[in-house]
């Protein structure tokens, strides 16, 4: 019962997702080949929410639900790093036709072959905290 405000601020963003139409593979498909700007409008919006927020957080201005401070841990910059990173999540975000995010909105609507991808990206997360220590970071 404690968690039902998470549960239903869930239920409530994927919502906004699927009417947003964020989750629809055809605006991906139009956004990786550049014909329209309805995804880059929502990622620009998501990246300035996401710098006020840091911001707030690193200004102490913000805690958490328990009332804790926040503690913004600094991780270094790579070019390589960053570079495969985004590479290997771009791809995986064009051939599945969604980011992690709207995976569970897709489950919730009833696309079922979503799974395979759930099933892959969960496995992918799971090798990597296996793989962590032995790869470059």
Avoid at 41 to 65: D, E, H, R
Wanted: proline letters at 3%; charged letters at 15%; glycine letters at 14%.
């Amino acid at each position: 019962m404690k968690y039902i405000k998470f549960f239903l601020v869930g239920i409530l963003f994927g919502i906004v997702m699927s009417k947003a139409e964020i989750i629809s593979w055809y605006r991906i498909y139009e956004m990786f080949k550049f014909q329209s700007f309805h995804m880059y409008g929502i990622i620009g919006s998501a990246v300035l929410l996401g710098m006020i927020s840091m911001f707030l957080f690193k200004k102490k201005m913000v805690k958490t639900f328990e009332g804790n401070e926040i503690h913004i841990t600094p991780k270094k910059v790579g070019l390589y790093r960053n570079l495969l990173g985004g590479t290997l999540f771009g791809l995986g975000w064009a051939l599945a036709g969604a980011c992690p995010g709207p995976m569970f909105v897709l489950v919730g609507k009833g696309v079922v072959s979503i799974l395979v991808v759930i099933f892959g990206a969960t496995l992918g997360a799971f090798l990597y905290g296996l793989l962590k220590d032995k790869l470059p970071h």
